[in-house]
Nanobody, 118 residues
Framework: QVQVAESGGGLVQAGGSLRLACAASGRTLNTYAMGWYRQAPGKEREFVAHIRWPNGNIDYADSVKGRFTMSRENVKSTVYLQMNSLKPEDTAVYYC???????????WGQGTQVTVSS
């Protein structure tokens, strides 16, 4: 099993920045990707960014390109999401997901709230 835990959410004014962290533990060698998703009130969960290894390719949703940066710290099995130029529409619960080598295997965190005030 893999456990995933997010941290770093909070309240910020529009134009501000936050950095989220997601730490994976357990059988992390059985994973090959980690990603960030978000869910705003009344909306479906949507993709934000993800990173795959070993090639390190990172993909972003169009809505966050140029503002959000995802990175990975291999030793700590931790990924980060640096969010700059935040907008009120970025307000959501942000979830981290680890993807397992076995097809269809996903491990979700509990989520962390990000609120951007106008």
């Amino acid at each position: 099993q893999v456990q995933v835990a997010e941290s770093g959410g909070g309240l910020v004014q529009a134009g501000g920045s936050l950095r989220l962290a997601c730490a994976a533990s357990g059988r992390t060698l059985n994973t090959y990707a980690m990603g960030w998703y978000r869910q705003a009130p009344g909306k479906e969960r949507e993709f934000v960014a993800h990173i795959r290894w070993p090639n390190g390719n990172i993909d972003y949703a169009d809505s966050v390109k140029g503002r959000f940066t995802m990175s990975r710290e291999n030793v700590k099995s931790t990924v980060y999401l640096q969010m700059n130029s935040l907008k009120p529409e970025d307000t959501a619960v942000y979830y981290c997901k680890a993807t397992g080598l076995v097809p269809g295997t996903h491990y979700w965190g509990q989520g962390t709230q990000v609120t951007v005030s106008s």
